[in-house]
């Protein structure tokens, strides 16, 4: 099933390259207009909250774009940046205003924290039902539970599924997925979210044996390594659905001149050779979990209000 209106790879590529960006840009325009029909018919504006910790340039780019992209969407947005210094106490005080601030229904912390702060402790401080990230254990234990109907699941792998549907359909039944990385912001949630809509899931990671070969017995790959280019196209089965959630910095020289470009765990061009269809980098996955961000203040607002969600 072909189901995506994605441009064509590079021109030697028989592979659907999943525009990330426009069906982004689809649903952000969509929550937009419910956002604005919130106002109208209930008064309501989801609020977010950014908190930002510390000066990493990363993360000050993806905190920046998700606070413009709230702006856009209609939201009241705030960022709160504090010093790279803060201490727990600090950062737990924020947290518990945000809880208490009726304006504010979602509320992110970005990662990764400064040494000084405990991961743990600041993420279960969030409350489940502002947990925008899906990163309380309250809405893991829903999440891996299949009870999601006032779940948060969180934005990467949420935005995955969106992709992978959108090219499979909803049902993955008889589908084996791969994902590549255990990691609990993507591997853990994705493989869950696979596995109930019934797909055959096996999660690896830096211990697997034969990684390329368990790859290749995959019909939905998913690589969330951190590793540049890892995944070559010799791992792929023919036909397979590839979504690359890599976003790796490297060094290459363009002209004689050392330039640093952004890279996916994948081996795109070879990839593509073999695949039916995948995500680039820049462009695929990572717009889709800024705006399943935005999907999840509006399903928190509403949650808030007693109104209906999907
Ligand atoms: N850092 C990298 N990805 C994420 C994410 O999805 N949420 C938060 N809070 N921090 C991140």
């Not at 509320?107 to 040494?115: F, R, S, Y």
């Not at 934005?155 to 997925?177: F, W």
């Not at 959630?245 to 070879?270: H, M, Q, W």
Request: hydrophobic share 40%; glycine share 8%; proline share 5%.
């Amino acid at each position: 099933m072909r189901r995506l209106t994605a441009k064509q790879g590079n021109d030697m590529s028989k592979a659907i390259r999943i525009d990330g960006k426009a069906m982004a840009a689809e649903l952000s325009a969509k929550i937009t207009e419910e956002t604005a029909a919130l106002l109208q018919d209930h008064g309501l504006v989801p609020g977010l909250a950014v908190v930002i910790i510390g000066e990493d340039p990363a993360s000050q780019v993806y905190v920046r774009n998700k606070k413009r992209t709230a702006e856009a969407c209609g939201f009241h947005s705030v960022q709160h940046s504090l010093a790279e210094e803060s201490s727990q106490e600090d950062v737990l005080a924020l947290i518990d205003q945000l809880n208490n601030d009726e304006s504010i229904h979602g509320i992110l912390v970005q990662l990764p924290l400064p040494d000084q702060l405990d991961e743990q402790t600041v993420t279960q401080a969030v409350a489940p039902h502002k947990d925008v990230d899906g990163f309380h254990f309250i809405n893991i234990g829903k999440l891996t539970s299949g009870n999601t109907a006032d779940a948060f699941v969180p934005c990467t792998p949420a935005g995955c599924m969106v992709m992978i549907e959108q090219h499979l359909g909803k049902d993955l039944s008889g589908k084996n997925a791969v994902v590549i990385g255990r990691s609990n912001i993507v591997g853990k949630p994705m493989a869950s979210l696979l596995l109930q809509e019934n797909a055959t899931v096996t999660i690896t990671h830096s211990r697997t044996k034969d990684l390329p070969d368990v790859v290749r017995q995959a019909d939905i790959v998913v690589a969330a390594v951190g590793r540049p280019n890892m995944v070559g196209g010799d791992w792929i089965k023919p036909g397979a659905v590839v979504i690359d959630v890599g976003i790796n910095r490297i060094e290459v020289t363009v002209d004689g001149e050392p330039k640093s470009k952004l890279t996916g765990d994948i081996d795109y061009d070879a990839v593509c050779e073999v695949a039916a269809a995948a995500t680039p980098v820049p462009g695929g996955v990572g717009p889709m979990t800024i705006v399943m961000l935005m999907s999840n203040t509006l399903r928190a607002a509403r949650l808030a209000s007693g109104l209906s969600v999907d």
